[in-house]
């Protein structure tokens, strides 16, 4: 209750919280090790993405703007959560000028809880962004309309799902 305790509505994607859906996610993007920060926005990414094609989201996660880019809500409690049942691991890894946080899945992830539209959106998303390091993918992330238009800490409704700039079907 402490971590989902929220009707489904558009700050959800219409859907309520679906644990095993997120934690099956950031296994699926953090199978080969993956920064904290470009985790996070693949997790907005696969939401937003698949709320604009089918107008639902993948996890239910509801989004907020921070400084670095939107996050999914209490993202640090579901990481906890995730290490403490060895799940993840976190390693901290230097990065140019700074230490971030390397998250490495211990277990690979159960892709059948998706259908295949969320495994095709969760697919498109991680192939777009292959190339992308933490940097270049919170760039991107602070120019959506979604970010822009929110203030620190507040949510990001999935209303902006629809202004998505270049992963959009067809772009």
Known sequence: EYIAK??????????????NKLYQAILFFCENGMLKTKLNKLLFY???TN???????????????????????KYQSHLAILQEEEFITIEETPIIDYIGEMIISLRKPDLTIFSELEKNTLMEVMRYFKDFNATDIRKFSHDEKGYLETQDREFISYAYADNLQNIRKGS
């Open 51 to 73: 709320f604009n094609y089918y107008t639902v989201s993948i996890t239910g996660a509801r989004y907020l703007h921070y400084q670095h880019g939107p996050v999914p809500e």
């Open 46 to 48: 696969a939401d937003f």
């Open 6 to 19: 929220y009707k489904a509505d558009l700050n959800s994607g219409f859907q309520k919280l679906n644990i």
